[in-house]
């Protein structure tokens, strides 16, 4: 399977592998058309050779495509291509529970009961969608880097389960570790054998152990038949007696015996965690368990930062150093898993110049990099600059850069100069900052390195000698030598000497696409590289050879945030919610218990030697003179944020860059927010809609809405807090101009004022995914369970569905045109509904139908003359008095808007408009004022004005201004 890393599969460019199982092999790969990472999993071969897996799994990969929940990791895209059959899915940075297990030991009680009520509630909704899992297990949950869990890989069983290969055999299809009695003796499933699989893996989180192991798969599913239960208590003493309880009943050999749903699981535990009665009664404690032990306090790991009873840098392990070389000190992390030691140095080492020559200053580049003219008139973007990834101190200004671009802060008045793409900058996605010797702002972007002076910007990629345009991390050495790692590129580490940027004049690291995030450097020790996913590394400038240390090696994670070199003598690095503590004299290592368990992004040492620590919830201060450590966390209003991602130090005290507030400036005694004005409550814009009084409304996934009315410039945003939801269906206007969302068994409206919710009992565990309004107020819904058609007058329900039409199967377009026709498109093509029957639109000689290979609409939209346009499979068709089709020269189409004046307007990579009696047309880039490459969604107001939602803000184009 490794011959595809480096080919395309479809429109994805396979990177690495980065998973390998029994029915499926998993890479890291690259979508040019999004911007974006993914996981591809490739089948194996022998698969599709089967005719009715083929058929079972196209049908099945597009059920799992419309499961939408936070905790469901979501499936992109599917598709066969020369024999090759793969799905696509979103790529998260990350590991497995299973990896979590072992690396710890166990898990805290704490930890445990927030993994399983996340994935119990994902999987309580695929249930809900009648989708069996049949294969939970802790390697199909993925965990990020907030520590938040994704279930994963629906299906796959089921699809393998119906081929030829596995039905012949008799093979029971499936995890034996994990499965149920009945599943493990090939009887009828039914959800309840999840529910069996899921406390299996309650019981391995808490106890570090699986209930029953043997030689033999067959052995191990015989246990799961007969053998009774090991309480959980004999394995470990301090597991409360009531959680042991609840895991018994999870794991009942007979289905009617457990807990019948993964909510009444879920919520059992937590109430009896919390020592609240259970509503379920549960089983007896076994009559032969060990003495109780008294439970102690659960810390929820929801809140950050909040003190653990006591702090000291333990389990400290003194290592014999061979006498010629110093070794990484063995490092006892959670759940006893020592670090295997690597070279470090063997004395002390004066770190020679890490190139010919000398070091050249880092000057103001002559011919290299481009020089940006800003955008073209007529255009506005809007974006939230308070979504901060790096801070930094230039003479009277702060800077602060993020997911919005750049903001300068002027301290002198306190005010502040946004900039963007139309200004110069690469790409408003800023990842790191950094100020150099001279003075000069140096802004590491996901397009490239921008270089500012002061007054002009020049930006730097793969032409000027990067090894790829996506920076993700700055540093200046001691030398004043300037470093920059990148996201994958071949060799990750750039140099710039002076003039233009290459390799630097040491020897590359040993690593495919190594991604350095960190960096520390010191001429007593050597040079540290932290990587987003390969550990961490060092440079022995003694061998001039590179060691690398990973979660193979007992490190706690792969992927590091931070390092930081105190005083020469300690180096601290952030890996997978630990603090490593590496005393670089004494051998010594260990890890800082305060911090366990919480995601540290940035660390500093103080001028008053103090240590800061910043990551989720706010920050930690370290005095150690003292021993004493400070909380400032958001629930207590002191950081504007749920998360500190950057720390920078000045004379007057220091700023921390936060994930959604803006920056917080802490002078010793005092604290203060500077937080722009930005209104937009989210960056990415996958929906617009308009009031009749003008009045827009943005859709962020994720974050809810956000209000924007251009008459008075009033900027209002709406999530779970304001009483919207977080993940809003495509919203709908009724006659009285109220926006309708809806959600899970749910519909919402806004009256002005606030939001009114209505539950009817026909969408009791329904999914909206849409609302539209037709004559007389009666409502569309588009739905997981087909088309539903609400009348107010009377209270009548319909609902439609593939057994009306085969074209209303997996709808997620609908379009009540001007004549009352309502048109509805989806995965299998356009239909439409004039009141009395469906019927699908013939739209060439042969007669076929805008589906089939034609299907997939993506967009409908009406003319103010009446015809009617729909994107389908990526091509246009137009509607006036007859269908005719469209051969769109541009990209993949995927939104589309029409003008007043009957210019249409499509996104793709970017943004086209296209006259359709001419067909002629013209592409709309950043270069032109757009913000942002990646369009999402468009629409144009009765007086012209494009309104172009993207993943990085929204641009507003008034062709007259």
Not at 299 to 322: I, L
Not at 333 to 351: D, R
Not at 499 to 515: H, K, M, Y
């Amino acid at each position: 399977m490794n011959d595809y890393i480096g080919k395309r599969l479809g429109p994805y460019h396979i990177l690495e592998q980065i998973g390998l199982g029994g029915m499926a092999t998993v890479f890291k790969a690259y979508q040019p058309s999004m911007d974006r990472y993914v996981a591809v999993k490739i089948l194996p071969a022998h698969f599709t050779e089967d005719e009715t897996f083929v058929a079972r799994f196209t049908q099945e990969a597009r059920t799992l495509a419309r499961l939408e929940h936070p905790h469901i990791l979501p499936v992109h895209d599917y598709g066969e291509q020369d024999g090759v059959t793969y799905l696509v899915m979103r790529y998260v940075e990350a590991g497995t529970l299973k990896d979590l297990i072992v690396r710890r030991g166990s898990l805290n009680l704490g930890d445990a009961v927030r993994i399983l009520d996340q994935v119990g509630r994902a999987l309580g909704y695929a249930h809900s969608q009648g989708i069996i899992h049949r294969d939970i297990k802790p390697t199909n949950v993925l965990i990020d880097e907030q520590g938040n869990a994704f279930l994963t890989d629906f299906g796959i069983a089921k699809l393998v389960a119906g081929t030829a290969r596995f039905t012949a055999t008799g093979t029971v299809v499936g995890t034996p570790t994990y499965m149920s009695p009945e599943q493990s003796m090939g009887r009828p499933l039914d959800h309840r054998c999840d529910l069996y699989a899921l406390g299996v893996m309650l019981y391995e989180m808490i106890t570090g152990q699986v209930p029953f192991d043997a030689e033999t798969p067959l052995a191990i599913l015989m246990q799961h038949v007969n053998a009774p239960l090991p309480p959980p208590r004999q394995v470990r003493p301090d597991v409360p007696e009531v959680v042991e309880r609840v895991i018994l009943k999870a794991l009942a050999k007979a289905p009617d015996d457990r807990f019948q749903t993964a909510e009444e699981l879920v919520e059992t535990l937590q109430r009896a965690v919390s020592g609240l009665p259970t509503a379920i009664a549960l089983p007896p404690p076994p009559e032969t368990g060990p003495p109780a032990v008294m439970p102690q306090p659960i810390q929820p790991t929801g809140e950050p930062f909040a003190p653990p009873p006591a702090y000291e840098a333990v389990d400290k392990t003194k290592v014999a150093a061979p006498p010629a070389r110093r070794r990484f000190p063995r490092l006892p992390v959670v759940g006893g898993v020592a670090l295997l030691a690597i070279l470090l140095i063997a004395a002390v080492l004066i770190l020679p110049r890490l190139r010919d020559g000398g070091t050249p200053d880092v000057a103001a580049p002559t011919a290299p990099g481009l020089e940006v003219r800003p955008g073209l008139t007529g255009w506005t973007s809007y974006n939230n600059g308070n979504f901060v990834h790096a801070v930094a101190r230039q003479d009277e200004y702060l800077w602060a850069g993020g997911s919005g671009g750049l903001v300068r802060w002027d301290l002198d008045d306190e005010s502040y100069t946004k900039f963007g793409i139309g200004d110069g900058l690469a790409s408003n996605q800023v990842n790191d900052l950094l100020v150099d010797d001279d003075g000069v702002l140096w802004v590491a972007t996901e397009a490239g390195i921008n270089y500012f002076d002061g007054e002009r910007w020049l930006t730097f990629d793969e032409l000027d000698g990067l090894d790829t345009s996506w920076a993700l991390s700055l540093f200046l050495d001691e030398e004043g030598g300037l470093w920059a790692g990148t996201g994958y590129g071949e060799r990750g580490l750039n140099y710039y000497d002076g003039e233009t940027w290459g390799s630097p004049p040491i020897p590359p690291l040993p690593l495919d696409f190594p991604r350095p995030r960190a960096f520390a450097m010191s001429e007593d020790v050597g040079l540290f590289v932290g990587l987003d996913e390969g550990g961490l590394a060092y440079f022995d400038p003694g061998s001039q050879e590179w060691q690398v240390v990973t979660t193979e090696e007992g490190l706690p994670g792969d992927q590091v945030h931070a390092l930081l070199l105190v005083d020469g003598a300690t180096l601290l690095v952030s890996v997978d919610r630990e603090i490593v503590r590496f005393d670089l004299e004494t051998d010594e290592a260990s890890t800082i218990s305060r911090l366990s368990g919480r995601e540290i992004y940035c660390m500093h040492q103080a001028e008053d030697e103090s240590l800061w620590f910043g990551g989720e919830g706010g920050a930690a201060r370290y005095h150690p003179e003292t021993g004493d450590w400070e909380w400032f966390e958001q629930e207590s209003r002191i950081v504007p944020s749920w998360a500190v991602m950057d720390i920078v130090e000045d004379e007057d005290g220091l700023w921390l860059g936060t994930a959604d507030g803006g920056v917080a400036f802490y002078d010793g005694m005092n604290w203060q927010v500077w937080a722009t004005d930005d209104q937009l409550g989210g960056n990415e814009v996958e929906i617009i809609r308009q009031e009749e009084g003008g009045a827009l409304w943005f859709v962020h996934p994720g974050t809810g809405l956000t209000r924007y009315d251009p008459a008075g410039d009033v900027w209002q945003t709406f999530g779970e807090q304001e009483g919207a939801l977080n993940w809003p269906s495509v919203p709908g206007f009724d006659s009285a101009g109220h926006l309708w969302i809806g959600g899970y068994g749910e519909l919402e409206w806004y009256d002005g004022q606030a939001w009114q919710r209505v539950e009817p009992g026909p969408l009791t565990d329904v999914t909206v995914y849409g609302v539209a309004f037709g004559r007389d107020d009666v409502q569309w819904l588009w739905t997981d369970t087909g088309l539903i058609r609400h009348d107010p007058v009377g209270d009548e329900w319909t609902t439609f569905t593939a057994a009306d039409h085969p074209m209303l199967e997996d709808v997620y377009q609908v379009h009540v045109a001007g004549d009352g026709t309502v048109w509805a498109g989806g995965d299998y093509g356009l239909v439409g509904y004039d009141g009395t029957e469906w019927r699908s639109p013939v739209v060439a000689a042969d007669g076929s139908p805008i589906g089939g290979e034609h299907g997939d609409v993506h967009g409908i939209v009406e003319s103010p003359d009446g015809s009617l346009w729909v994107l389908a499979d990526g091509d246009l068709y137009h509607l006036d008095g007859a269908w005719r089709r469209l051969d769109w020269p541009g990209e993949y189409v995927v939104s589309i808007a029409v003008g007043p004046d009957g210019t249409i307007w499509v996104g793709h990579e970017t943004l086209s408009r296209f006259n359709p009696s001419t067909e002629e047309g013209r592409t709309v880039t950043t270069a032109d004022g757009l913000v942002h490459r990646d369009v999402q969604a468009i629409h144009v107001t009765p007086a012209g004005v494009v309104w172009i939602g993207t993943s990085g803000g929204v641009s507003r184009y008034a062709p007259e201004e």
